[in-house]
Nanobody, 126 residues
Framework: QVQLVETGGGSVQAGGSLTLSCTATGIRYVRYCMGWFRQAPGKEREGVATIGTDGYKYADSVKGRFTIFKNNTETVLSVYLQMNNLRPEDTAMYYC???????????????????WGRGTQVTVSS
């Protein structure tokens, strides 16, 4: 059974940093697009960053501040989101996603689907 678990959320002041981690178990092949999404109260879920065989993609709002990277073994995929210079508008529940439909290529944010974690809360105070 595939399971994605996010950790690393917390509360920080504006300008601070956090690193989120996502561990995906039960995935038998390593060629997955993996990504981070977030959803703030009252807002729709939005893509933050993806990483796949075709490279990286970032939302404009996080470019230059967030970095996505991963570490894979044959049975465990891990993806991380290093978040620097955090702003109050980054406050949201952050979700990890893994999409294995395209052999590691990443569809656009709106097209990514597959397995999802339950999220980790990030709160940034001013």
């Amino acid at each position: 059974q595939v399971q994605l678990v996010e950790t690393g959320g917390g509360s920080v002041q504006a300008g601070g940093s956090l690193t989120l981690s996502c561990t995906a178990t039960g995935i038998r092949y390593v060629r997955y697009c993996m990504g981070w999404f977030r959803q703030a109260p009252g807002k729709e879920r939005e893509g933050v960053a993806t990483i796949g065989t075709d490279g990286y993609k970032y939302a404009d709002s996080v470019k230059g501040r967030f970095t996505i990277f991963k570490n894979n073994t044959e049975t465990v995929l891990s993806v991380y989101l290093q978040m620097n210079n955090l702003r109050p508008e980054d406050t949201a529940m952050y979700y990890c996603a893994a999409d294995g439909r395209f052999a590691g290529h990443c569809p656009g944010f709106s097209g990514l689907n597959g397995y999802w974690g339950r999220g980790t809360q990030v709160t940034v105070s001013s």
